[in-house]
RNA sequence: GGCGCAUUCGUCUAGUGGUUAGGACGCAAGGUUCUCAACCUUGAAACAGGGGUUCAAUUCCCCUAUGCGCUACCA
């Protein structure tokens, strides 16, 4: 039997950070064996669901490369499945109605709410206490022709225990006492969760559920329902969560944009560096290295390899240096800086387009050039941003001059006024534009002027680039070429007191 | 309240009944250098606590603590 697995968020708002490594676990393990990645959009919360979320969703999966197979499945399309289900297990007897009347959370915090309850019973098992459990079928058919408003509840048996083989957590199991008759399906007809995730990984053939640890409890009542259905349970793998420093839980609400998948897009990230960076937050393969390309990563996953406690996604919200995970920022500069120039380049386009710094010629004519420069500038780079933010000097007149950079470079040496412009005097007949003669003449001139070459290296880069950091000043020469290096040189705008 | 799961440097993690408990990020120092990175060298930094079992426990068992999850006619 081929391995089928699905990713099944639900669209309640972007692409969040734990479920894409769920996505990602899930992707690599059906490609490692060469199964089926299916993709199952969770959609029975009405109010909650949206299609921008669904779109920003499917936009996020697709950023990081995971491409499903088959059809994507709307869970709200087989509502009426579900229905017949739950309808099926009344007909056996499996399950009951129940005519208690629906209880209203109204505005009280639902967890406090669950614990009051369960302290007033005070240790005592209830689970079985329904007092509609056994009335009698006609009774029971009576009701509910009435027109009586019914959820449908399953049996779960009085003696026995459910028990699975977590592949992650080991064996599982949980005493009949522990699990309430579940409710299928609610009294305005519509299938609950665990309902209607059981019915959907039968009908789309599921072999494995891998999905976070927060549903191993829930497992056991999914048991149940397969067992009722009279189907086999599929393989359980559940994963660690993904938590905030300090041991909280991540959420959109407390911690915004930075668990949303588009934010780091958006940031300029390499899908294939926060992929990396993804695959080792509770899973690693045993072994020193942590830089592993996409096919790499699909060979050597496997469910052995995941952690079975919750890892810290750890970033400093009041700091806007660690505004996210350090690893995951150095992940991306080290992808930056040794992906093969021709992976890299169509990213920078990208960036260089959307920040109107684009000319055609970079594809033609200056092809070379162009990823020569992107060779060069990408070494310091942390993010895509960086090319034209940083690097916008390289691809345009119009750059902005770092005050820090002016002082510290020019100002501070007064003399450069008038040397630089000279220096540009004798780079005018210099007809060899290479790194020796250049850096010969350069030193040749601070030392005329008897004055450290770095000197005249750091005004000159401060006056080419606008920056105080950036590559050796001859390859900056170089790459500018003679014109506009002359040019820049002569310029007066950096001096502007 | 009940049930479940977890606990190795700040973070991600490797690992074992006997190890100087390893690596990565970050941090610090030094080297290199025209600056900043990169790179190289070095350093600080961990087995939650208490009981067992054992010749020996970070590793196995129990308890405690802490964290997380579930406990809903939410998903």
Not at 10 to 35: D, E, K, M, Q, W
Not at 371 to 383: H, P, S
Not at 453 to 461: D, E, L
Request: hydrophobic content about 40%.
């Amino acid at each position: 039997m081929t391995t089928r697995v699905r990713f099944a968020p639900s669209p309640t708002g972007y692409l969040h950070i734990g479920s894409a490594r769920t996505a990602l676990f899930n992707y690599l393990y059906a490609r490692n064996v060469g199964g089926k990645f299916l993709l199952r959009i969770e959609d029975t919360d009405l109010a909650r669901s949206t299609e921008e979320s669904t779109r920003s969703i499917l936009e996020g999966l697709e950023w990081l490369g995971f491409s499903h197979d088959e059809e994507i499945v709307f869970q709200s399309g087989n509502a009426g499945k579900h229905r017949a289900a739950a309808l099926k297990l009344l007909e056996e007897g499996k399950a009951y109605r129940d005519f208690t009347p629906k209880g209203d959370p109204g505005e009280k915090n639902i967890k406090a709410a669950i614990v009051e309850r369960a302290r007033a019973n005070q240790g005592e098992k209830h689970m079985r206490d329904n007092e509609f459990r056994d009335i009698s079928k006609n009774e029971s058919d009576k009701r509910a022709a009435d027109g009586e408003p019914f959820a449908i509840r399953l049996k779960v048996p009085f003696e026995g225990k459910t028990s699975f083989d977590d592949a992650v957590y080991g064996l599982q199991e949980r005493d009949f006492d522990e699990i309430e008759d579940l409710v299928l399906l609610r009294s305005d007809g519509h299938p609950l969760y665990n309902l209607a995730v059981v019915c959907d990984d039968i009908e789309m053939a599921i072999t494995d559920v891998i999905r976070g640890q927060d549903h191993l409890t829930n497992t056991h009542k999914q048991i149940l329902i397969y067992e009722a259905l009279g189907k086999t349970p599929p393989r359980f793998a559940h994963l660690p969560l993904i938590l905030a420093p300090g041991g909280k839980k991540l959420s959109k609400r407390i911690h915004g944009e930075i668990v949303s998948m588009t934010t780091y897009r958006d940031a300029g990230f390499l899908a294939a560096a926060f992929r990396n960076f993804l695959a080792l937050l509770g899973w690693s393969a045993g072994e020193e290295q942590e830089i592993y390309r996409l096919a790499e990563l699909i060979e050597k996953f496997s469910l052995d390899g995941i952690h079975r406690s919750n890892a810290t996604f750890n970033f400093d919200a009041n700091n806007e240096r660690r505004w996210t995970d350090d690893k995951a920022i150095w992940f991306n500069a080290e992808y930056i800086r040794t992906l093969p120039i021709e992976d890299l380049l169509p990213h920078v386009v990208k960036e260089l387009k959307s920040a109107k710094l684009w000319r055609e010629e970079y594809e033609e004519d200056d092809a070379e050039w162009f990823a020569k420069t992107v060779d060069l500038i990408r070494e310091r780079f942390y993010t895509l941003k960086d090319f034209s933010g940083q690097g916008r000097a390289y691809f345009s007149e119009d750059f902005d001059f770092d005050e820090k950079a002016v002082q510290k470079n020019l100002k501070k040496h007064p003399d450069l006024k008038e040397w630089l412009p000279e220096l540009a005097d004798r780079l005018e007949s210099l007809d060899d534009w290479t790194h020796d003669p250049l850096y010969d003449l350069v030193s040749k001139f601070a030392e005329e002027k008897n004055t450290k070459v770095g000197v005249i290296m750091n005004g000159a880069r401060a006056l080419l680039t606008g920056l105080a950091v950036g590559p050796s000043m001859i390859a900056v020469f170089e790459t500018l070429g003679k014109e506009k290096s002359i040019m820049r040189l002569k310029s007066r705008i950096a001096w502007n007191e």
